[in-house]
């Protein structure tokens, strides 16, 4: 999972200001929940279409500019 993913992103400085691990992890599961894709899909996106949206909002949300 996120806990998993993150470390190596912290470790080379490439998170927003401030952002720990554990935080990138609890937004991580926030954002790319099973719900957030269904909701995504129930509102006519497709699973494509979805897995992009979400990757961009994490890579806003999480990462340095």
């Given at each position: 999972?996120?806990?998993?993913?993150?470390?190596?992103?912290?470790a080379?400085?490439?998170?927003r200001?401030g952002?720990?691990?554990?935080r990138?992890?609890?937004?991580?599961?926030?954002?790319?929940?099973?719900?957030?894709?269904r909701?995504?899909l129930?509102?006519g996106?497709?699973?494509?279409e979805?897995?992009?949206?979400?990757?961009?909002?994490?890579?806003l949300?999480?990462?340095?500019?």
């Amino acid at each position: 999972g996120p806990l998993n993913l993150w470390p190596a992103i912290e470790a080379r400085g490439e998170f927003r200001d401030g952002l720990t691990t554990e935080r990138a992890a609890a937004l991580t599961y926030a954002i790319a929940s099973p719900d957030t894709f269904r909701q995504l899909l129930d509102r006519g996106l497709s699973l494509d279409e979805s897995e992009e949206e979400v990757t961009r909002v994490l890579i806003l949300a999480l990462l340095a500019d």
